[in-house]
């Protein structure tokens, strides 16, 4: 039987421990009896290992020992032991505790499962209850050995120590491997066929043929500093085969993109530019965001590429080049929104329902939509060091389906991506989720592409 620590847990406490390593499962109380004897038989004389409560009210917490647990009867000290907390209540609160290096805490005893002076399990073997088992609650985070940092029993465990499951992992240093994760969505092959099959796909593309369409126009929607203009400059770099920076990014108080753009990709190979159009917009701010009127007129064609946002009015059919009577080629055929996924929990209730309100006013045209999700190496360490598990990462998997229920999506519709940003040196696996995210907004604008040809033929007939 697996632990149930879940991926993010086993990284945490990976980062926690300061070193990368894999936590195997020696002791579990539910499947190996709750004795004594038998965590000792499994436990002892392994190396550092890893407690882990699973309480009755879904709060989960622990400590770490990076001695070994023996039988010698006595109080020992280990200065590099914390305790810690993963869960209140069901919901993701990772905390560390240190020791304070300056008393003994914990226990080696063959009478004793494992023990610290402020978070003990059992003598001889636990109690059992209607729901688990009844641990120690001596000096239970009480903080005398250790740094609690404000937090007490109450707020850890809902002041007791009553369990529906008690594990011990050995820690077991090595790079971190997950490869037994489970897949929360099919991934593609990362490798260089992936790569180059996508590339081509997107070279090799036109619009829907009967359109009459000669560039598909993809438009961009996002809080500032999302990474709209960051995602035209990834797709830009991949086609270069360097770092470039088309657009303008970079840190501001307020957005840097005070133009409507209606960039193209240039490849270089075939030195022309591909069937498609990415658009930059003023991105969602508190005070200075773009304006719904502005909107309108993008998404229905009116506005010149090149317009400048004005901060205080909304255009008008005054603009220099407006376009009255715009065609479909005019119009944009798909709408991207960009979320910073890092920043997706605290997203301020004015920019939450700006993007709902845009949303509405997406749908009300029957332009189809996605979502890209950013900065994904920010909220998953794991994701970090390797972008091909972007699919195993249970935070990703968590912020997908939040972003689904924010902007009112299908989860299919929601992809994460991580643009080039402090990069010098392009990665294929970067490379492979941009450009899968950029096929998927080209084959729904050819949805909407003929969609309209369809409601112009029924129109015709009429």
């Known amino acids: 039987m697996d632990g149930l620590l879940k991926n993010r847990d086993r990284i945490q406490l990976s980062e926690w421990i300061g070193r990368a390593c894999n936590l195997v499962l020696l002791y579990k109380v539910s499947r190996d009896g709750g004795s004594a004897e038998k965590f000792h038989n499994l436990c002892d004389n392994k190396g550092p290992t890893v407690t882990v409560f699973y309480n009755t009210d879904n709060n989960v917490y622990g400590g770490y020992l990076s001695e070994t647990w023996g039988g010698t009867d006595q109080w020992c000290i280990d200065q590099k032991a914390f305790l810690f907390k993963l869960y209140s209540v069901g919901e993701w609160k990772p905390k560390k505790f240190f020791s304070n290096g300056k008393s003994n805490n914990y226990y080696k005893s063959t009478n004793y499962g494992p023990l610290f002076a402020n978070l003990w399990s059992f003598y001889g073997s636990p109690e059992k209850s209607c729901c688990g088992y009844k641990m120690g609650s001596t000096s239970f985070f009480s903080g005398s050995h250790f740094h609690m940092e404000g937090e007490t029993s109450q707020s850890i465990a809902n002041g007791h120590n009553d369990v529906t499951e008690m594990e011990v992992y050995f820690v077991k240093d090595g790079p971190l491997a997950l490869e037994h994760a489970t897949l929360w969505r099919e991934q593609p092959q990362w490798n260089l066929q992936t790569f180059q099959e996508l590339k081509e796909y997107i070279t090799k593309y036109e619009p829907f043929e009967e359109s009459e369409v000669p560039e598909a126009n993809i438009l961009l929607i996002g809080q500032v500093g999302a990474g709209k203009s960051s995602f035209l400059n990834t797709i830009n770099s991949i086609f270069k085969g360097a770092i470039s920076s088309r657009a303008c990014t970079g840190s501001a108080e307020n957005t840097l993109t005070k133009s409507f753009e209606k960039l193209r990709i240039r490849d270089p190979a075939a030195k022309k530019h591909l069937k498609f159009r990415i658009c930059d917009t003023r991105g969602i701010e508190k005070a200075l965001s773009i304006k719904e009127e502005d909107l309108r007129f993008i998404m229905d064609g009116n506005l010149p590429n090149h317009y400048i946002f004005n901060p205080v009015d909304s255009a008008s059919a005054k603009v ?143």
């Open 320 to 462: 220099p080049g407006f376009v009255k009577d715009p065609t479909l080629k005019e119009r944009m055929h798909v709408v991207v929104f960009v979320i910073d996924g890092s920043t997706l929990d605290v997203l301020p209730e004015d920019t939450l329902k700006k993007l709902k309100d845009f949303k509405t006013m997406v749908v009300d045209r029957g332009i189809p939509q996605l979502v890209l999700l950013t900065k994904m190496d920010k909220v998953c360490e794991f994701v970090e060091k390797d972008i091909s598990n972007m699919f195993v990462s249970e935070g990703v998997e968590g912020l997908v389906t939040k972003a689904a229920d924010v902007i009112g999506i299908p989860r299919s519709h929601v992809l994460p991506v991580k643009n080039y940003e402090k990069e010098t040196l392009l990665n294929i696996n970067v490379n492979i989720l941009a450009l899968g995210a950029l096929r998927q907004a080209l084959l729904f604008a050819d949805d909407f592409l003929e969609n309209q040809f369809e409601i112009e033929q029924e129109n015709s007939r009429r």
